[in-house]
């Protein structure tokens, strides 16, 4: 494959631009997310961050608020969990949520989520029914991604698995339903030094000016190791 031009290395962070990420664990997702998400912020929207337990929820929540210190992050709580319609206030810049949760809000003020620029949706191989699954969990959390793109047109996706077997697939699928560019990055790379370097430049707060250097420099470093950006 032909080492593609700053500008399509870059791609991922643009404006309308979303993508399905399999990546190995370790292998940089989050770092990833993260710099999406500063974008989005930068753009002045807000981002949803959806995890699949309220224990991944506390920890992402955590993480965020290392890397960006001065947004206002919302994170779920197991005990607010019941809620009126009248109880829900505007969204902050960063809100955690499980799929659960999120498509409740969405059910009660899908007004809310107007001026939601990213959707990142962690172990998104939930959407897939286990065979042995008699829970709904996977249709909730199809529900809530659909129901967000209908509330949030705009919103770019953003969908993280280490197990997802088909990544072009499910590229293809959110680009015909948000109507705009999906990336399929699908990477079997393993984390190297290139992999800590991304991680040293990012691990600090991704703050002011030097968010889009940040950017620029950790893919710039990713790319040494593999080619992730699709054409």
Not at 40 to 61: M, N, S, W, Y
Not at 115 to 124: H, I
Not at 178 to 202: E, H, I, M, Y
Request: hydrophobic share 45%; proline share 6%.
């Amino acid at each position: 494959m032909a080492k593609p031009s700053p500008s399509h290395r870059l791609r991922i962070f643009g404006n309308g631009v979303s993508a399905a990420v399999s990546f190995p664990t370790g292998a940089g997702k989050s770092k990833l997310a993260e710099l999406k998400i500063a974008v989005a912020l930068l753009r002045g929207t807000k981002a949803i961050f959806l995890a699949p337990t309220l224990a991944l929820v506390d920890q992402t929540a955590t993480a965020l608020a290392k890397t960006f210190p001065q947004a206002q992050i919302q994170q779920e709580r197991a005990e607010e969990f019941l809620f009126t319609a009248t109880e829900l206030e505007p969204l902050p810049g960063i809100s955690v949520l499980t799929p659960e949760r999120c498509l409740s809000m969405l059910s009660f003020s899908p007004q809310l989520f107007a001026d939601v620029g990213l959707l990142v949706f962690d172990e998104c191989h939930l959407l897939h029914p286990r065979d042995l699954d008699t829970s709904r969990r996977s249709v909730d959390a199809m529900l809530c991604l659909l129901n967000l793109t209908t509330s949030a047109p705009a919103a770019d996706i953003l969908l993280l698995s280490a197990m997802m077997k088909n990544t072009s697939e499910l590229a293809g699928w959110v680009q015909v339903l948000t109507g705009r560019p999906c990336l399929a990055l699908d990477l079997k790379w393993k984390p190297t030094s290139a992999g800590a370097r991304l991680r040293g430049l990012c691990s600090g707060a991704i703050d002011g000016a030097t968010r889009a250097d940040c950017a620029d420099k950790a893919v710039g470093h990713q790319q040494e190791s593999a080619s992730f950006v699709t054409a």
